[in-house]
């Protein structure tokens, strides 16, 4: 399952997770979204890119 520098770079490249309601939003090229799509929280971090984080 190897994925291709485009595929991974459009997967985890551009999405940013909510800090609070911890959904994905989608940012433009390198910017993040202005806030949360869901809940209008603008606290976001970017995804880590490759491997998924461990559930605790
Ligand atoms: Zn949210």
Redesign the pocket.
């Known amino acids: 399952m190897a994925l291709s520098v485009a595929a991974s770079k459009r997967i985890f490249g551009d999405v940013w997770i ?1 800090m ?2 911890n ?1 994905r939003n989608k940012g433009q090229k390198g910017k993040p979204p202005h806030k ?1 799509r ?2 209008n ?1 603008k606290k976001l971090r970017q995804r880590k890119k490759g491997k998924k984080k461990a559930a605790a």
């Open positions: 909510c609070r309601c959904c949360c869901k809940c929280s």
